[in-house]
Protein backbone atom coordinates (compact mmCIF):
# COMPACT_ATOMS: atom_id res chain seq x y z
CA UNK A 1 0.00 0.00 0.00
CA UNK A 2 1.76 3.02 -0.95
CA UNK A 3 0.09 6.70 -0.15
CA UNK A 4 1.52 9.79 -1.80
CA UNK A 5 2.20 13.07 -0.34
CA UNK A 6 2.73 15.94 -2.64
CA UNK A 7 5.09 18.74 -1.33
CA UNK A 8 4.77 22.34 -2.70
CA UNK A 9 7.16 25.08 -2.31
CA UNK A 10 6.09 26.17 0.93
CA UNK A 11 4.89 23.13 2.46
CA UNK A 12 5.19 22.29 5.64
CA UNK A 13 3.43 19.44 7.29
CA UNK A 14 4.63 17.11 4.33
CA UNK A 15 7.31 14.78 6.39
CA UNK A 16 4.77 14.37 9.19
CA UNK A 17 1.69 13.52 6.84
CA UNK A 18 4.63 10.75 6.08
CA UNK A 19 5.55 9.63 9.05
CA UNK A 20 1.47 9.47 9.89
CA UNK A 21 1.20 7.73 7.00
CA UNK A 22 4.39 4.86 7.80
CA UNK A 23 2.83 4.70 11.15
CA UNK A 24 -0.36 3.53 10.04
CA UNK A 25 1.53 0.86 8.62
CA UNK A 26 1.61 1.89 4.93
CA UNK A 27 4.87 3.70 2.89
CA UNK A 28 4.61 7.00 2.33
CA UNK A 29 5.30 8.30 -1.32
CA UNK A 30 6.93 11.67 -1.83
CA UNK A 31 5.86 13.10 -4.82
CA UNK A 32 6.93 16.88 -5.94
CA UNK A 33 4.46 19.43 -7.52
CA UNK A 34 6.59 20.27 -10.45
CA UNK A 35 6.46 16.80 -11.75
CA UNK A 36 3.15 14.92 -13.84
CA UNK A 37 3.87 11.69 -12.49
CA UNK A 38 2.48 9.99 -8.84
CA UNK A 39 4.16 7.09 -8.94
CA UNK A 40 1.73 5.16 -9.23
CA UNK A 41 0.05 5.42 -5.55
CA UNK A 42 -2.90 3.70 -4.43
CA UNK A 43 -4.16 7.51 -2.65
CA UNK A 44 -2.87 10.87 -1.68
CA UNK A 45 -2.16 13.25 1.01
CA UNK A 46 -1.62 16.92 0.16
CA UNK A 47 -0.35 18.74 3.44
CA UNK A 48 -0.04 21.46 5.35
CA UNK A 49 1.90 24.79 4.54
CA UNK A 50 1.89 28.26 3.02
CA UNK A 51 2.39 27.13 -0.28
CA UNK A 52 3.50 29.87 -2.55
CA UNK A 53 3.70 32.27 0.59
CA UNK A 54 -0.40 32.01 0.72
CA UNK A 55 -0.01 34.62 -1.97
CA UNK A 56 -3.17 35.65 -4.28
CA UNK A 57 -5.43 33.39 -2.11
CA UNK A 58 -4.21 30.16 0.16
CA UNK A 59 -4.17 27.10 -1.87
CA UNK A 60 -4.62 29.02 -5.39
CA UNK A 61 -1.36 28.97 -6.53
CA UNK A 62 -0.46 25.61 -5.83
CA UNK A 63 -3.98 24.17 -7.15
CA UNK A 64 -2.56 25.54 -10.61
CA UNK A 65 0.62 23.26 -10.15
CA UNK A 66 1.88 20.66 -12.72
CA UNK A 67 1.28 17.18 -10.66
CA UNK A 68 -2.13 18.99 -9.94
CA UNK A 69 -3.82 18.09 -13.00
CA UNK A 70 -2.68 14.27 -12.46
CA UNK A 71 -4.45 14.80 -8.99
CA UNK A 72 -7.67 16.40 -10.02
CA UNK A 73 -7.92 13.25 -12.63
CA UNK A 74 -7.10 10.37 -9.77
CA UNK A 75 -9.37 12.03 -7.48
CA UNK A 76 -12.22 11.79 -10.41
CA UNK A 77 -11.41 8.43 -10.85
CA UNK A 78 -12.23 7.67 -7.40
CA UNK A 79 -8.35 7.36 -5.84
CA UNK A 80 -8.75 8.64 -2.23
CA UNK A 81 -7.36 11.80 -1.78
CA UNK A 82 -7.12 13.73 1.81
CA UNK A 83 -6.48 17.55 1.85
CA UNK A 84 -5.10 19.05 5.51
CA UNK A 85 -5.34 22.75 5.96
CA UNK A 86 -3.71 24.44 3.25
CA UNK A 87 -4.36 20.82 1.12
CA UNK A 88 -7.96 21.25 2.07
CA UNK A 89 -7.33 24.94 0.63
CA UNK A 90 -6.07 23.47 -2.56
CA UNK A 91 -9.02 21.46 -2.80
CA UNK A 92 -11.37 24.25 -2.59
CA UNK A 93 -9.41 26.27 -5.44
CA UNK A 94 -9.07 22.92 -7.54
CA UNK A 95 -13.20 22.62 -7.81
CA UNK A 96 -12.63 18.90 -5.88
CA UNK A 97 -14.14 20.34 -2.79
CA UNK A 98 -16.85 23.18 -2.83
CA UNK A 99 -16.92 26.19 -0.38
CA UNK A 100 -13.93 28.65 0.13
CA UNK A 101 -11.87 29.10 2.96
CA UNK A 102 -11.17 32.58 4.26
CA UNK A 103 -9.55 34.43 6.81
CA UNK A 104 -10.62 33.54 10.58
CA UNK A 105 -13.23 36.22 11.39
CA UNK A 106 -11.18 36.93 15.03
CA UNK A 107 -8.94 38.01 12.71
CA UNK A 108 -5.78 36.30 14.47
CA UNK A 109 -4.03 32.77 13.98
CA UNK A 110 -5.05 30.39 15.83
CA UNK A 111 -3.14 27.02 17.00
CA UNK A 112 -5.00 24.40 19.69
CA UNK A 113 -5.60 21.53 20.30
CA UNK A 114 -9.35 20.68 18.83
CA UNK A 115 -12.28 18.99 19.37
CA UNK A 116 -13.91 17.84 16.53
CA UNK A 117 -17.31 15.16 15.77
CA UNK A 118 -16.88 12.77 13.23
CA UNK A 119 -20.54 13.18 11.52
CA UNK A 120 -19.39 11.05 8.42
CA UNK A 121 -17.96 7.79 9.04
CA UNK A 122 -18.04 6.44 5.74
CA UNK A 123 -15.90 8.29 3.68
CA UNK A 124 -12.57 6.80 2.14
CA UNK A 125 -10.48 8.52 5.35
CA UNK A 126 -13.27 8.24 8.45
CA UNK A 127 -14.26 4.76 8.24
CA UNK A 128 -12.81 3.26 11.38
CA UNK A 129 -14.23 6.40 13.18
CA UNK A 130 -17.88 5.37 14.67
CA UNK A 131 -20.26 8.18 13.21
CA UNK A 132 -21.27 11.19 16.10
CA UNK A 133 -17.65 9.84 17.48
CA UNK A 134 -15.59 12.86 19.67
CA UNK A 135 -12.19 13.30 18.92
CA UNK A 136 -9.31 15.97 19.42
CA UNK A 137 -6.64 16.86 16.94
CA UNK A 138 -4.33 20.11 16.54
CA UNK A 139 -5.68 22.79 14.52
CA UNK A 140 -3.31 25.78 13.55
CA UNK A 141 -4.12 28.27 10.20
CA UNK A 142 -5.42 32.24 9.94
CA UNK A 143 -7.47 31.41 7.06
CA UNK A 144 -9.98 28.18 8.27
CA UNK A 145 -13.32 29.66 8.09
CA UNK A 146 -15.09 27.95 6.15
CA UNK A 147 -17.78 29.69 3.98
CA UNK A 148 -20.65 28.42 1.00
CA UNK A 149 -23.28 30.07 -0.63
CA UNK A 150 -26.45 28.57 1.12
CA UNK A 151 -27.81 26.07 -1.58
CA UNK A 152 -24.15 24.80 -1.33
CA UNK A 153 -24.27 24.58 2.23
CA UNK A 154 -27.68 22.75 2.16
CA UNK A 155 -26.52 20.32 -0.36
CA UNK A 156 -23.11 19.15 1.78
CA UNK A 157 -25.79 18.69 4.72
CA UNK A 158 -28.35 16.90 3.10
CA UNK A 159 -25.73 14.61 1.52
CA UNK A 160 -24.15 13.92 4.27
CA UNK A 161 -20.52 15.50 3.19
CA UNK A 162 -19.93 17.09 6.30
CA UNK A 163 -17.17 14.90 7.61
CA UNK A 164 -15.84 16.75 10.77
CA UNK A 165 -17.41 19.57 12.80
CA UNK A 166 -16.22 21.65 15.35
CA UNK A 167 -17.69 21.01 18.68
CA UNK A 168 -17.29 23.12 21.77
CA UNK A 169 -16.00 26.23 20.18
CA UNK A 170 -15.61 27.48 17.17
CA UNK A 171 -12.24 28.19 16.33
CA UNK A 172 -12.44 30.66 13.05
CA UNK A 173 -15.95 31.42 12.10
CA UNK A 174 -16.51 28.44 9.31
CA UNK A 175 -20.45 28.41 8.61
CA UNK A 176 -21.86 25.53 10.32
CA UNK A 177 -19.23 24.85 12.91
CA UNK A 178 -17.39 22.92 9.51
CA UNK A 179 -14.30 21.36 9.98
CA UNK A 180 -13.96 19.73 6.59
CA UNK A 181 -16.05 17.80 4.17
CA UNK A 182 -15.90 15.28 1.31
CA UNK A 183 -17.16 15.37 -2.29
CA UNK A 184 -20.04 12.99 -3.12
CA UNK A 185 -18.23 9.83 -3.73
CA UNK A 186 -16.37 10.46 -0.29
CA UNK A 187 -13.11 9.75 -1.73
CA UNK A 188 -12.00 13.25 -1.36
CA UNK A 189 -12.00 14.52 1.83
CA UNK A 190 -10.49 18.13 3.31
CA UNK A 191 -10.32 19.40 6.63
CA UNK A 192 -8.73 21.97 8.39
CA UNK A 193 -7.45 20.40 11.74
CA UNK A 194 -4.41 18.16 11.79
CA UNK A 195 -4.71 14.40 12.30
CA UNK A 196 -0.89 14.19 11.33
CA UNK A 197 -0.26 15.89 14.77
CA UNK A 198 -1.79 13.11 16.47
CA UNK A 199 -0.42 9.45 15.35
CA UNK A 200 1.55 8.83 18.29
CA UNK A 201 1.84 8.74 21.86
CA UNK A 202 4.31 11.52 23.45
CA UNK A 203 3.48 14.24 20.69
CA UNK A 204 -0.19 14.56 20.03
CA UNK A 205 -3.08 16.80 22.12
CA UNK A 206 -3.28 15.97 26.27
CA UNK A 207 -6.33 13.54 27.48
CA UNK A 208 -7.43 12.41 30.51
CA UNK A 209 -5.15 9.69 30.84
CA UNK A 210 -1.66 11.66 29.80
CA UNK A 211 -0.27 14.73 28.94
CA UNK A 212 0.55 14.40 24.69
CA UNK A 213 -0.99 10.99 24.67
CA UNK A 214 -4.11 11.79 21.83
CA UNK A 215 -3.35 9.77 18.70
CA UNK A 216 -7.20 10.38 17.18
CA UNK A 217 -6.09 11.26 13.54
CA UNK A 218 -4.28 8.36 12.74
CA UNK A 219 -7.34 6.66 12.12
CA UNK A 220 -7.87 8.93 9.06
CA UNK A 221 -4.65 7.21 7.58
CA UNK A 222 -5.45 3.30 9.12
CA UNK A 223 -8.83 4.22 8.04
CA UNK A 224 -8.01 4.75 3.93
CA UNK A 225 -5.84 1.97 4.31
CA UNK A 226 -8.20 -0.57 5.17
CA UNK A 227 -10.60 0.63 2.81
CA UNK A 228 -7.91 0.04 -0.28
CA UNK A 229 -7.60 -3.45 1.46
CA UNK A 230 -11.40 -4.41 1.51
CA UNK A 231 -11.65 -2.83 -2.45
CA UNK A 232 -8.06 -4.42 -3.58
CA UNK B 1 3.24 48.65 -23.27
CA UNK B 2 -0.29 48.84 -22.20
CA UNK B 3 -1.35 47.60 -18.44
CA UNK B 4 -4.89 46.10 -17.64
CA UNK B 5 -6.37 46.76 -14.47
CA UNK B 6 -8.17 44.04 -12.54
CA UNK B 7 -9.33 44.81 -9.36
CA UNK B 8 -11.35 41.83 -6.98
CA UNK B 9 -12.90 42.10 -3.44
CA UNK B 10 -14.16 39.90 -1.16
CA UNK B 11 -17.78 39.60 -1.32
CA UNK B 12 -20.18 42.22 -0.17
CA UNK B 13 -21.60 39.35 2.11
CA UNK B 14 -18.91 37.99 3.90
CA UNK B 15 -17.10 39.46 6.82
CA UNK B 16 -14.33 41.15 6.13
CA UNK B 17 -11.67 40.73 8.98
CA UNK B 18 -8.96 42.67 6.94
CA UNK B 19 -10.78 45.57 6.43
CA UNK B 20 -12.66 45.51 9.85
CA UNK B 21 -9.12 45.28 11.16
CA UNK B 22 -8.07 48.87 9.25
CA UNK B 23 -11.74 50.62 10.60
CA UNK B 24 -10.93 49.64 14.06
CA UNK B 25 -7.43 51.46 13.92
CA UNK B 26 -9.22 54.61 11.71
CA UNK B 27 -11.28 54.46 14.61
CA UNK B 28 -8.64 54.34 16.89
CA UNK B 29 -6.73 57.39 15.33
CA UNK B 30 -10.03 59.72 16.29
CA UNK B 31 -11.24 59.15 12.75
CA UNK B 32 -15.17 58.54 13.30
CA UNK B 33 -16.23 59.73 9.81
CA UNK B 34 -15.20 56.84 8.46
CA UNK B 35 -17.29 54.01 9.61
CA UNK B 36 -16.09 51.20 7.86
CA UNK B 37 -13.52 49.95 5.21
CA UNK B 38 -13.18 47.10 2.80
CA UNK B 39 -10.02 45.96 1.57
CA UNK B 40 -9.49 43.82 -1.86
CA UNK B 41 -6.72 43.45 -4.57
CA UNK B 42 -5.57 45.01 -7.69
CA UNK B 43 -3.50 43.31 -9.87
CA UNK B 44 -1.70 44.76 -12.98
CA UNK B 45 -1.16 43.05 -16.27
CA UNK B 46 1.25 44.25 -18.53
CA UNK B 47 0.15 43.57 -21.79
CA UNK B 48 3.12 42.60 -25.07
CA UNK B 49 0.90 44.33 -27.73
CA UNK B 50 -1.87 46.47 -27.88
CA UNK B 51 -5.25 45.80 -25.79
CA UNK B 52 -8.33 44.65 -28.42
CA UNK B 53 -11.32 43.17 -27.33
CA UNK B 54 -9.98 39.49 -27.01
CA UNK B 55 -7.43 40.76 -25.38
CA UNK B 56 -9.90 42.16 -22.89
CA UNK B 57 -11.73 39.01 -23.30
CA UNK B 58 -8.95 36.67 -22.61
CA UNK B 59 -8.30 39.20 -19.27
CA UNK B 60 -11.78 38.66 -18.10
CA UNK B 61 -12.00 34.65 -18.70
CA UNK B 62 -8.39 35.21 -16.30
CA UNK B 63 -9.83 37.44 -13.88
CA UNK B 64 -12.33 34.91 -13.09
CA UNK B 65 -10.86 31.67 -12.88
CA UNK B 66 -7.56 32.43 -11.65
CA UNK B 67 -7.19 35.86 -10.14
CA UNK B 68 -10.14 35.60 -7.82
CA UNK B 69 -12.31 32.37 -6.37
CA UNK B 70 -16.02 32.93 -7.03
CA UNK B 71 -16.83 31.44 -4.07
CA UNK B 72 -15.42 34.22 -1.94
CA UNK B 73 -14.56 37.42 -3.69
CA UNK B 74 -16.18 39.55 -6.92
CA UNK B 75 -14.56 40.64 -9.86
CA UNK B 76 -15.57 44.49 -9.43
CA UNK B 77 -13.69 46.11 -12.31
CA UNK B 78 -11.52 45.83 -15.15
CA UNK B 79 -9.77 48.80 -17.27
CA UNK B 80 -6.78 49.51 -19.66
CA UNK B 81 -4.35 51.84 -17.38
CA UNK B 82 -3.75 55.11 -19.13
CA UNK B 83 -0.18 55.26 -20.55
CA UNK B 84 1.89 57.83 -18.57
CA UNK B 85 2.42 61.05 -20.83
CA UNK B 86 5.09 60.39 -23.24
CA UNK B 87 4.96 57.06 -23.61
CA UNK B 88 4.28 55.85 -26.67
CA UNK B 89 2.44 52.24 -28.10
Not at chain 1, 76 to 105: K, Y
Request: glycine residues 12%; proline residues 5%; hydrophobic residues 40%.
Amino acid sequence: MRIGVVTFPGSLDDRDAARAIRLAGAEPVALWHGEHDLHGVDALVLPGGFSYGDYLRCGAIASLSPIMAEVIGAANSGMPVLGICNGFQMLTEAHLLEGGLIRNDHGSFICRDQGLRVENALTDWTGGFAAGQEITIPLKNGEGGFIASAETLERLEGEDRVVVRYVGVNPNGSLNDIAGISNARGNVVGLMPHPEHAVEPGFGPDTADAMRSGTDGITFFTSVIERMLVSA
Amino acid sequence: MPTIVVEVMPKAELLDPQGKAVAGALGRLGKTRFTSVRLGKRFEITVDGHVDDAVLAEVQELADSVLSNSVIEDVVGIHVLEAPAGETH
